[in-house]
């Protein structure tokens, strides 16, 4: 029985009337569901009795709305894990192909973005580090929305473009790699102490796009843990106080996954496995020359359209990657076929 005392606290009792909302949104979509479903049956029923050439494309209007809203359905189902419901903090780092995978970050930020974008999520830029010629070095961004996490866990691990190189002036297919690491923002008040002598707080210019003090003020901070080598960083928020307390909830975040896990392993499950940002680690891979093919090495899954999935569409790869894992598998970058 839920404890009656729980509604004397403000924030829990949010939390509560959130989840009670979602749970109504899921039962009434499964009830429109179950409405299309028989809406669709009477409409095949009808072309049986009176055949009508003008009723195919309806009916197959119908059914693909149906599939849709089925397959967003059954996505959120598979969102069962603890942090699934969190908002997203994501990072991407350029590995090996110098300006190429600047270039290859860049694109998989705005992939990340026009997908977050349809899916009504928000996107704040935490910190930012643009390339030398082109694209990005890295880029921290938070997506905001429900199931934000559940969704992305998905995209952790390091990706592989290959492409004809438009910075390779021999006009030569180049390979490159970009990593993604995923993890949850907990809104909750982490229990984590932090010793002060096992930090380095350095301050910064901020760089990139911004109000008038982007560069003029040493506003933007990054927090270095000793003990565990974590570094991150914050640059967005108008004051160096508000980038020092954003930086410190990431750290309290990452330090609080490393204590409830207790060892490295554990920690997999959760923001994935660490590992070099080059050939051998990669979990998808993404071929725009001489033919068009994204493949995930986890799932299998695979499309064709490759300029459709750079533009965000994402979610066959997220669907296939919630089925597989719901299946007891886990992630495993060391396969023979990710050589």
């Given at each position: 029985m839920e404890d009656p005392h729980i509604w004397d606290n403000p924030e829990e009792a949010q939390r509560k009337m959130k989840q009670l909302a979602s749970l109504k949104e899921d039962v009434n979509g499964y009830n429109n569901l179950v409405e299309n479903r028989n809406d669709i049956r009477d409409m095949i029923a009808m072309a049986d009795e009176e055949p009508d050439p003008s009723l195919?494309?309806?009916?197959?209007?119908?059914?693909?709305?149906?599939?849709?809203?089925?397959d967003a359905l059954r996505m959120k189902t598979l969102l069962s894990g603890e942090y699934d419901g969190c908002n997203a903090i994501v990072t991407l780092h350029a590995?090996?192909?110098?300006?190429?995978?600047?270039?290859w970050t860049g694109m998989?930020?705005?992939?990340?973005?026009?997908?977050?974008?349809?899916?009504?999520?928000?996107?704040?830029?935490?910190?930012?580090?643009e390339g030398d010629e082109a694209g990005l070095k890295s880029v921290t961004f938070q997506v905001n929305g429900e199931n934000a996490y559940g969704l992305l866990k998905s995209e952790h691990g390091v990706h592989r473009l290959v492409r004809i190189s438009p910075f390779n002036a021999n006009g030569k297919r180049q390979t490159s790699f970009a990593a993604?690491?995923?993890?949850?923002?907990?809104?909750?008040?982490?229990?984590?102490?932090?010793d002060p002598k096992d930090i380095?707080?350095?301050?910064?210019?901020?760089?990139?796009?911004?109000?008038?003090?982007?560069?003029?003020t040493s506003s933007a901070i990054r927090i270095t843990h000793f003990p565990t080598g974590i570094v991150v960083t914050c640059q967005?928020?108008?004051?160096?106080?508000?980038?020092?307390?954003?930086?410190?909830?990431?750290?309290k975040i990452k330090l609080f996954m490393l204590k409830k896990q207790q060892n490295a392993e554990k920690l997999d499950d959760i923001r994935g496995k660490v590992t070099e940002i080059a050939w051998g680690n990669?979990?998808?891979?993404y071929f725009l020359q001489p033919y068009q093919l994204i493949k995930d090495l986890r799932t299998g899954e695979e499309q064709t359209n490759?300029?459709?999935?750079?533009?965000?569409?994402?979610?066959?790869?997220?669907?296939a990657y919630l089925r597989w894992t719901a299946l007891g598998n886990t992630d495993q970058t060391d396969k023979p076929e990710n050589r």
């Open positions: 195919v494309p309806e009916v197959q209007e119908m059914f693909d709305d149906f599939k849709q809203k089925f590995g090996t192909g110098g300006t190429e995978a600047m270039d998989l930020y705005r992939m990340y973005t026009r997908w977050a974008e349809a899916h009504g999520f928000q996107v704040e830029v935490l910190d930012q580090l993604c690491e995923v993890m949850p923002d907990i809104e909750e008040d982490l229990d984590i102490e932090i380095r707080i350095d301050t910064y210019r901020s760089s990139g796009a911004g109000g008038q003090h982007i560069n003029k967005n928020e108008r004051s160096q106080f508000q980038n020092k307390d954003k930086a410190f909830q990431e750290l990669q979990i998808r891979s490759a300029q459709k999935v750079l533009d965000g569409d994402i979610d066959p790869f997220i669907n």
